[in-house]
């Protein structure tokens, strides 16, 4: 027999058969599937799992040769399944279901327990032992604090740690030592929890940096999309629901500009083309009086002095802060046109 061949000589049981054929039944009648990392998850945790995605789907543990056999079966018909045959390596869990592929995800991610510190594990982050009251009487305590290089003194009958002291770091491996100072001093720095892997939803694979992203970037994400969208309409000119108002006012900006611009005498423009009226009588007598100085009676140069130069668009886009002084000066200002009305009236 070669070396690189291998022949199964005992029949496959029937319980694999049957996992294979029931997988590869999910996979045909489920186009959103989840697949997770289960490792170190602990039974009471995959009990919790299983509670609280109940009605939402089926969750399946198997090995994943019995996984790789059931893809090879019916990838033909689904090949969107590719991407999978990447995530079976470690232990591996699926969740079959029809339900949204996000929600389901948050559900698996939110589901965590705190495991006390064990020999050998390596740290996830530096741990400090906080300067304080440990709560400890003297005896084998103060022992093990001192074995671990924690300064610590006996103060009214019980242990403090006299200043914050590193334990261990990240990444470094438990001593049995810094496993019984974590016990004793109640610190638990392990959390276990299931790793979502990644989505089929349809027809496309969703990585799980997308699946958990948070929901209040997605909210940001929409509702920058939506102004995009107004603003875009707008620019356009296109009529959608939001932005009916910004193009109204901006069509009547538009007529009341045409308006002055034509000299339509339209009520909203009125008061614009009075005043464009009095720059062009100020700016005529002006050129008169620079032609002839002699040409103008005195009371209209004086009457020509006491008007200020305003025109149409300057009145339209003039800035909040200065109504103040345009109220101020509008009894001034009507008494000028009165004055301009008869001269030419």
């Known amino acids: 027999m070669s070396l690189m061949s291998y022949e199964r000589k005992k029949p496959v049981p029937e319980r694999k058969l049957r996992q294979v054929q029931k997988l590869t039944e999910l996979f045909r009648n489920y186009d959103k599937i989840i697949i997770f990392d289960f490792k170190d998850i602990p039974a009471n945790m995959m009990k919790e799992m299983r509670e609280k995605l109940y009605g939402f789907g089926q969750i399946v543990v198997v090995k994943n040769t019995l996984v790789k056999k059931a893809l090879d079966s019916i990838i033909d018909e689904k090949p969107h399944l590719k991407p999978l045959y990447d995530y079976l390596t470690g232990m591996r869990a699926f969740v079959f279901t029809n339900r ?156 009341l500009k045409l308006a002055i611009y034509t000299d339509t005498p339209i009520p909203e423009a009125i008061e614009f083309l009075i005043f464009k009226a009095i720059d062009i009588a100020k700016n005529s007598i002006i050129e008169v009086n620079k032609i002839d100085p002699n040409a103008l009676p005195d009371d209209l140069k004086n009457l020509v002095k006491a008007i200020p130069l305003t025109s149409a668009e300057e009145k339209e886009e003039k800035p909040a802060k200065e109504e103040k002084k345009e109220e101020e000066k509008k009894e001034e200002e009507e008494e000028a046109v009165s004055g301009l009305a008869a001269l030419f009236g």
């Open 100 to 255: 949204d592929v996000f929600e389901i995800s948050r559900i698996i991610n939110s589901i965590r327990e705190k495991q006390p510190a064990k020999p050998g594990k390596i740290a996830p982050y530096d741990i400090v032992i906080p300067k304080g009251n440990t709560g400890l009487k003297p005896g084998p305590a103060m022992t093990d604090l001192r074995l671990a290089n924690i300064p610590s003194r006996i103060i009214k009958g019980e242990l403090w740690v006299m200043e914050d002291t590193l334990l261990v770091k990240r990444g470094q491996r438990i001593s049995t030592q810094v496993a019984k100072v974590l016990q004793l001093l109640d610190i638990i720095p392990f959390e276990v929890k299931p790793k979502v892997l990644a989505a089929i939803d349809g027809r496309g694979i969703i990585k799980s940096d997308v699946l958990l992203k948070p929901i209040e970037e997605y909210e940001e994400l929409v509702a920058g999309a939506i102004s995009d969208a107004i603003k875009i309409s707008i620019h356009l000119s296109i009529p959608i629901a939001e932005a009916i108002g910004f193009l109204l006012q901006n069509a009547i900006h538009d007529a």
